[in-house]
């Protein structure tokens, strides 16, 4: 519990999840009108002293890309190493055109990138953790260093990765806003199941760009 003292410092940080070429349009893995949020991000983050990014970065031999298995097909469901895993289209390989973010993003105010799904043997959608909670990145104890308490997340894909970093945000303490107007799903379905497990958990969900007010 906090114990109240003379004042109090509220930190905020915007955490822009995988705004990589390879989540946008025309890419291997494109959340539809993934584009949309680049201005929107880049109209947001002029409001934030911390801004800290995650890049999805992938070997090409990943075991969450359908390829690795000659008889399944993308978005079949396998077992790997324990844990349910998606099988995805080959997307964001380290060091090609796809894994970089994209260009329209003013990524130059960034601090920080973590880089996450770097294990050929397990994914990690969230930036905190991979999916098995067997290691972390270092962003928890990035942010903790920066004394962060608020934490606003927005980027690629809101039913996966955006979902998925602010389940573990809300879990590891920090107070956790999912910035809806400036995030896009993979599917809608995703999002709705997802906005009901993290209105439980107790995130934040702002819906418009009017009710962020920082
Ligand atoms: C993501 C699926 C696989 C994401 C990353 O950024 O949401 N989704 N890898
Ligand atoms: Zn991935």
């Known amino acids: 519990m906090y114990k109240a003292s003379f004042f109090t410092l509220i930190m ?3 955490l822009v999840v995988d705004l990589q070429y390879d989540f946008l349009p025309g890419g291997k893995l494109a959340v539809p009108n993934g584009n949309e949020i680049i201005e929107v991000i880049n109209r947001i983050q002029e409001k934030f002293e911390l801004i800290i990014a995650t890049q999805d970065w992938h070997p090409q031999n990943h075991k969450s890309f359908a390829s690795q298995y000659p008889a399944k097909k993308v978005f079949d469901v396998v077992d ?3 844990l349910n ?12 055109k796809g894994a970089e973010f994209t260009k329209e993003w003013n990524s130059n105010c960034i601090s920080a990138i973590f880089r996450k799904g770097l294990d050929r043997e397990i994914d990690s959608y969230s ?11 270092g962003l928890a104890g ?12 927005c980027g690629l894909a809101a039913d996966f990765c955006v979902f998925y970093s602010a389940v573990d945000a809300v879990e590891l303490d920090f107070r956790t806003y999912f910035l809806d107007f400036a995030t896009k799903p993979i599917t809608d379905t995703g999002l709705i199941e997802a906005k009901k ?12 760009e009017n009710q962020l007010i920082l």
């Open 12 to 14: 905020k940080a915007l």
């Open 80 to 82: 790997l190493n324990g």
């Open 85 to 96: 895993q998606v099988l995805w289209p080959d997307h964001c390989i380290s060091g090609t």
């Open 127 to 137: 930036g905190f953790f991979d999916n098995g909670k067997r290691r972390n990145t």
């Open 142 to 153: 990035y942010l903790r260093d920066k004394n962060v308490s608020e934490l606003y997340i």
């Open 197 to 208: 497990i993290m209105k439980l958990k107790g995130i934040e969900i702002v819906e418009n």
